[in-house]
DNA sequence: CGGCTTTGACCCGCGC
DNA sequence: GCGCGGGTCAAAGCCG
């Protein structure tokens, strides 16, 4: 399948990110969602398309409504990306080293697409490592001077839930777990089902709150879900004093469950919730399979493009 | 039988 | 240079 092809390719952030997230989670996320343009130039970098439809559909959801809308329902998003040479810095400043480094987000699809896909970093690591393992030492030497590891973008927040992978409309394969550093639970490693998807999610639950689960995505769907959590594409996501306000977060991207500000998943601080507010949501998506993960990163094509709920498979 | 998980081994980057 | 921790591979086993 391969409508795929189509979306736009991943951004290329030859720039590592790291999975560290930023701390201050308030000013991260104000200061993210800065402003509509810049908005949307940065997550235009992951591939989201933000392009408003019209005054009643966009493709974000619009905070303020649902807040109103679905009172009670408490979920409060948080994403963010930083890079490795800023880890603690505000991603305002993030974003214009980004800009700086990359070009301007409008081009950033444009400038990416000779790497990621076809230059994946993980496929020539994955490919040299096994290289090295089944070949020859003359291989082996070509491959190790390869290209340097590039990361896809990433994107890390934290879901108040009792289940670890939720479902997020995309099918993943378990390829690995590892024992977590000073924390009791181990972090698994997911990647996309989807042949030629090279999205990979790592799903651990933080050390300080076992009941929060800390997900984070690396790179851009290639093509459709499967289908979509039930209740996550009817907006039950609001938003939480925490973030300042009101802000636009894409639709289609959260699951059901309560969400955090990503915590600084290297050195295992969690950033406390101010606020924690059960939700029915969040049992709902217990009912769901287990291999059925978190949430998806949207591509172009799913923005604004709204799967109901009912399952996949 | 195919798809998925488990798990030990391995590679790599980074800090000391 | 070395050790550690993160990330990935791949064989083996499990399950529907």
């Known amino acids: 399948m391969d409508d795929s092809n189509k979306l736009a390719p991943p951004t290329d952030f030859s720039t590592e990110s790291s ?10 996320f104000n200061t993210f969602f800065q402003d509509r343009d810049r908005e949307s130039s940065i ?6 398309n933000l392009q408003p439809d019209d005054n009643t559909s966009h493709n974000f959801v619009d905070f303020d409504r649902i807040e109103h809308n679905f009172a009670g329902a408490s979920n ?10 800023n880890p603690s810095t505000n991603l305002d400043s993030m974003v214009r080293e980004m800009e700086a480094q990359t070009g301007p987000a409008t081009d950033i699809n444009h400038s990416v697409s000779s790497s990621t896909s076809e230059d994946l970093p993980e496929k020539s690591t994955a490919s040299a490592s096994s290289a090295e393992k089944a070949t020859p030492e003359t291989a082996i030497k070509d491959k190790k001077k390869g290209p340097k590891r590039i990361r896809q973008p990433r994107f890390a927040f934290m ?6 992978n939720l479902e997020d409309g995309y099918r993943w394969r378990k390829y690995g777990q590892k024992a977590v550093k000073n924390s009791p639970f181990p972090r698994s490693y997911y990647r996309c089902t989807n042949g030629k998807c090279l999205v990979k999610k790592r799903v651990e639950r933080s050390s300080d709150d076992p009941s929060t689960v800390i997900t984070t995505y690396e790179g851009q769907h290639s093509h459709h879900a499967i289908g979509f959590p039930r209740g996550s594409a009817a907006g039950f996501i609001t938003t939480h004093e925490a973030f300042g306000g009101h802000r636009l977060i894409p639709k289609n991207f959260y699951p059901p469950g309560i969400y955090f500000p990503a915590p600084e998943v290297s ?3 969690v ?3 101010r606020q924690l507010i059960s939700s029915s949501v969040a049992h709902e998506a217990q009912e769901s399979p287990q291999n059925q993960a978190a949430p998806q990163i949207p591509t172009d094509g799913l923005l604004g493009d709204i799967v109901h709920p009912g399952g996949r498979t």
């Open 159 to 164: 879901t108040k839930s009792d289940i670890d």
């Open 271 to 273: 950033i406390q919730p």
């Open 43 to 48: 997550l235009s970098e992951f591939g989201w």
């Open 76 to 85: 409060f998003p948080a994403i963010s990306r930083v890079t490795d040479q």
């Open 267 to 269: 050195n295992s601080r």
């Open 19 to 28: 999975w560290t997230l930023g701390t201050d989670s308030d000013n991260m």
